[in-house]
């Protein structure tokens, strides 16, 4: 009894972490939209540098869930066009490299022990995620509707290998980013884009195609191979 109470303590922090990193970015979005709404003159105005500078800053606002690449790929892309394209590139790769750096307090090896410990089967369902690592980490991030910073830390829990991380995601994030930024620069209105970012109806059928794809991708992962 003494022994679950520890690892329910142990296994709680990631658990409420995640939590968190689903609900504050909703938040934070609603807050950045009415700021971004109430201020397009002044962004406007900005020269390249401001841009470059808040790149950094938001880098390390979307690693902890603050503002999802998404919404900025959005913002970026109605205020910049296809230049914002190298910023979002960088703040992708920099949030994934902070998080999982950050998920080393964590102590994802101990959280591991437990919850095999727990749910035995959890070993087998991680060995089969060592051996296909890069493409369950590329079609996850392909999905438009699994949280930035929740997969980021999950794939940091569950131990996978940074270079996987970086260039799974990086690929994975490629189509969602260019198609958010296309959609920001095709706009006319940044308050209408940021309230009804999935307005047009190429930008529906492309998310819905890579829902499809990435659940189809996943879906073989979790199938079960049964031998003939």
């Known amino acids: 009894m003494q022994s679950d109470k520890i690892n ?11 939590v968190l990193l689903t609900v504050v970015p909703m938040v934070t979005t609603s807050l950045a939209t009415a700021w971004a709404i109430a201020h397009e003159p002044m962004l406007r105005a900005w020269p390249l540098e401001n841009w470059i500078w ?10 902890i869930a603050l503002t999802p690449p998404t919404f900025l790929a959005l913002v970026f ?79 940091a829990m569950a131990g996978a290998r940074f270079r996987q991380v970086l260039f799974g995601g990086t690929l ?18 940044i308050g209408y884009l940021l309230e009804h970012p999935n307005e047009g109806l ?14 189809v991708g996943l879906g073989y992962f979790f199938k079960d191979k049964k031998e003939v």
């Open 8 to 18: 329910a303590k142990k296994l709680s922090l990631p658990v409420i972490i995640s």
């Open 54 to 63: 808040v790149t950094l800053v938001l880098t390390v606002a979307s690693a």
């Open 77 to 155: 892309g109605y205020f910049l066009g296809w230049l914002a394209i190298p910023m979002l590139f960088g703040l992708n790769v920099g949030a994934i490299a902070i998080v999982y750096g950050l998920s080393r307090f964590l102590q994802p090896e101990v959280v591991r022990h437990h919850l095999i410990q727990i749910y035995p089967k959890v070993s087998q369902l991680l060995s089969k995620f060592y051996e296909n690592e890069l493409r369950l980490i590329f079609f996850t991030k392909l999905s438009p509707v699994l949280p930035f910073a929740v997969t980021n830390l999950f794939f």
């Open 172 to 189: 994975g994030m490629i189509p969602r980013t260019i198609l958010a930024v296309w959609a920001g620069k095709e706009s006319q209105n």
């Open 202 to 215: 190429w930008t529906k059928v492309v998310i819905i195609a890579l829902i499809i794809i990435s659940t």
